[in-house]
């Protein structure tokens, strides 16, 4: 290995524990290491930017706008109490009734968006029935974790995965959607189950459910309605953007372009509600990583790999889906995924082998890897923050109990489910 090589690795590792340390936020550990990678001269600024997947980055931004704009409509606290009042104030219905919605909602907007939209309506139903959040909030957490992964913009390693492979917004749909879906429903009743001693409330207070009225959350109907019209030709154009051959990210930003001129919001006001720093850390992250690459250090391990499975595409589609599942619980998914693409590109060139069902299988593994723990998904991380400023304390074991278990159900899932239809 040439002393380039083992500059790149420390420089990847350190950054790494960094990051999973939060010792410095994520954001400023992956732009140091990116930015000594360009002052030490490993590479020069056009490589880097040439690294950087902007069709990643141009959905995340224009997704981030769309949702900022629909959520001051009140749309998404609409839909959560009319949920409720279906399920007649009864808490068994809710925590199954909510979490559905959320991983329903998750599989078509940001993970943290959706969980921030449905903690306060959460709160609000727990409090008039006089029970703990918890469950509920539990439920709906994992619930957006696990329905993040069935489509392209779920969640970002599908963004990621989608960029890179070619793969559309109606591949993920047709092969990730429907497994997810079975886990999300059976998750859910598992959850239930669990907390069913905690779910007992008086008739009472179940009527003050069916009191709410769901269309004071509606604050805006004119922007709802143009918002509405502007999603759902959103939502077309990913379906369909494969064969009008434009970039998702196209899409995103045509559609987020069009809700800035229809909602008649300043534009600072709603560009300063980007995340920017996970903006940053994504470019950051793209430059680290296709350094790595760019020294042949992706190579390498795609050579070991293909040496442990002798390529054989069951061994290797179950390893990725276990080793992306058990290291997504306990690091972040994104720099994983980030490092793994080019590892399951390389894998293909070395091979041979055809490499879709790879695909899937790092998609499932790290989304639903997530859910193993506390710091395991972004989501994960804002709630817990969320509902400890509130007075509920989430711990790390806590956490865990609840989702490590969930989490290995589904993988065993998406084992079965890999097995049978994808890894033949």
């Known amino acids: 290995m040439s002393f380039t090589q083992i500059v790149t690795i420390a420089v990847f590792i350190i950054t790494f524990i960094f990051i999973v340390s939060e010792k410095i936020n994520r954001t400023v550990a992956a732009m140091i290491g990116a930015m000594f990678l360009l002052i030490i001269r490993l590479i020069n600024e056009k490589n880097a930017v040439s690294f950087i997947d902007y069709t990643t980055v141009g959905v995340l931004v224009g997704m981030m706008i769309v949702v900022s704009i629909i959520k001051r409509t009140g749309l998404f606290q609409y839909i959560a109490i009319k949920s409720a009042k279906i399920a007649k104030g009864e808490p068994m219905r809710i925590i199954i009734l909510f979490g559905v919605m959320t991983g329903v909602l998750s599989a078509f907007l940001d993970n943290v968006t959706t969980i921030l939209l449905m903690i306060p309506i959460t709160l609000v139903i727990s409090k008039l029935l006089k029970i703990t959040p918890i469950p509920f909030i539990m439920s709906e957490v994992l619930a957006s974790n696990i329905g993040g992964t069935g489509t392209l913009i779920g969640d970002p390693p599908n963004i990621m995965i989608g960029s890179e492979a070619g793969?559309?917004?109606?591949?993920?749909?047709?092969?990730?959607?429907?497994?997810?879906?079975?886990?999300?429903?059976?998750?859910?009743?598992?959850?239930?189950?669990?907390?069913?001693?905690?779910?007992?409330?008086?008739?009472?207070?179940?009527?003050?459910?069916?009191?709410?009225?769901?269309?004071?959350?509606?604050?805006?109907?004119k922007l709802l309605y143009k918002?509405?019209?502007?999603?759902?030709?959103?939502?077309?154009?990913?379906?369909?953007?494969?064969?009008?051959?434009?970039?998702?990210?196209?899409?995103?930003?045509?559609g987020a372009a069009v809700f800035l001129l229809i909602s008649g919001i300043e534009v600072d006001e709603i560009l300063v509600e980007i995340e920017w720093p996970?903006?940053?850390?994504?470019?950051?992250?793209?430059?680290?990583?296709?350094?790595?690459?760019e020294v042949g250090i992706i190579n390498i391990l795609a050579k070991a790999v293909v040496s442990l499975t002798k390529g054989n595409l069951t061994l290797t589609g179950i390893i990725i889906l276990w080793s992306s599942a058990i290291l997504s619980a306990f690091l972040d998914n994104i720099p994983f995924v980030a490092t793994m693409i080019p590892l399951i590109?390389?894998?293909g060139a070395i091979s041979h082998m055809n490499i879709t069902p790879l695909w899937w299988a790092l998609s499932l593994g790290a989304c639903l890897g997530g859910n193993g723990t506390l710091i395991g998904a972004s989501a994960n991380v804002v709630t817990v923050g969320v509902m400890e400023k509130e007075g509920y304390k989430i711990t790390f074991k806590d956490f865990m109990k609840i989702g490590f278990p969930i989490m290995i159900f589904s993988i065993i899932i998406s084992t079965i489910y890999l097995l049978i239809f994808q890894l033949r």
């Open 167 to 221: 793969l559309s917004f109606l591949n993920f749909i047709t092969n990730l959607f429907p497994v997810t879906f079975i886990i999300l429903l059976l998750s859910v009743i598992i959850i239930r189950r669990i907390y069913k001693n905690e779910l007992i409330v008086d008739d009472k207070l179940k009527k003050q459910i069916m009191e709410l009225d769901e269309l004071k959350a509606i604050t805006d109907k």
């Open 227 to 254: 918002s509405l019209v502007v999603l759902g030709f959103i939502i077309l154009g990913f379906f369909m953007h494969e064969h009008l051959k434009y970039e998702s990210s196209t899409v995103a930003l045509t």
């Open 278 to 293: 996970t903006i940053f850390f994504f470019i950051s992250l793209f430059i680290i990583v296709g350094t790595l690459e």
């Open 345 to 347: 590109k390389g894998l």
